[in-house]
């Protein structure tokens, strides 16, 4: 059987009208051409479905079984082209996001509340992680797309650039580095470190274009680095997207000169994958997005 929903609404519009020029004024069609679709959906069938005459047009018992079939599927069909118009118009949705640790507590807030408050339908979804389980998210169908940096392996990833953020040094207020308006990698030689695990961007940028220096303490969290710089324990080499940690008044941030230097920040997502019409959307906002902080801090030394 292939029958199209103008042929089941023609039916549903003569059974319920029982007048074949009122019901083809009601599918907006000439009288002849309705008389047709009706004898096509009979023809299809292969049963009566209409008992005609001069004055009545009724239904026939199987035309009463194909009018609840009928209305039915209609009504299913009315119910999903709502439910995939909802999608359409991001009434409804999900977007999965995951993103390195600084770039989800720093720059994609405002833009997840900016896209919520035009969507509000839409389910969203953050995961903050380190650069390689970040991609490996985004690699496995795990989330939509990720905002990180590139990673060793990028095989299966598609990536858009973003930005490519300059790096700052940070040190304690009492540190004798801490009156320098401006430094480079090679005056860091000699003072005690505090890095992030190896696994992190941020260490990953650092040793591309710098010998590795052993730092005094490893750790994971920027909010650690923080409290060991504030304490005095060390220095640290740090991304400008990560500065809002350090907005402190204990630590100072030094501008690095050297102009080489740079994390760049992608959207990644899965090779030959379509994304949701809820995901492209927010894709293509942060791709739009200018990714910059405003702060004292970014003035070019």
């Not at 039916?11 to 599918?27: G, K, Q, S």
């Not at 999900?94 to 389910?123: D, E, F, K, N, T």
């Amino acid at each position: 059987m292939n029958l199209t929903t103008r042929q089941l609404r023609g039916f549903v519009a003569l059974a319920h009208e029982r007048h074949f020029t009122r019901a083809a004024e009601r599918c907006h069609m000439t009288q002849p051409a309705f008389s047709a679709l009706i004898r096509q959906i009979e023809q299809e069938l292969g049963l009566r479905l209409f008992e005609r005459s001069t004055r009545h047009v009724d239904l026939t018992p199987e035309g009463q079984q194909f009018l609840v079939g009928a209305e039915r599927l209609l009504a299913d069909f009315e119910q999903l082209r709502e439910h995939m118009e909802d999608y359409a118009h991001l009434r409804q949705g999900r977007v999965a996001v995951a993103a390195l640790p600084s770039l989800a507590a720093g720059w994609l807030p405002q833009c997840l509340a900016h896209y919520h408050r035009l969507y509000p339908g839409v389910r969203l979804e953050l995961r903050d992680a380190l650069l390689e389980p970040c991609l490996d998210m985004v690699r496995h169908g795990q989330v939509d797309f990720g905002v990180a940096a590139l990673g060793a392996d990028m095989s299966g990833l598609d990536k858009d650039f973003l930005y490519a953020e300059r790096f700052f040094v940070v040190c304690s207020e009492d540190h004798v580095l801490a009156a320098q308006k401006a430094l480079r990698l090679e005056q860091l030689v000699g003072y005690p470190h505090i890095q992030l695990a190896r696994s992190s961007s941020v260490r990953q940028a650092l040793e591309r274009v710098s010998e590795p220096v052993p730092p005094l303490l490893e750790v994971e969290h920027l909010a650690t680095v923080t409290g060991l710089v504030a304490a005095g324990l060390g220095i640290s080499v740090v991304p400008e997207m990560t500065l809002f940690h350090f907005q402190r008044n204990k630590v100072v941030v030094i501008p690095l000169k050297d102009r080489h230097l740079r994390r760049r920040l992608y959207l990644v997502r899965r090779q030959g994958v379509a994304l949701s019409t809820a995901a492209q959307e927010f894709y293509e906002t942060l791709l739009n997005e200018p990714l910059s902080l405003s702060t004292e801090f970014l003035q070019e030394p």
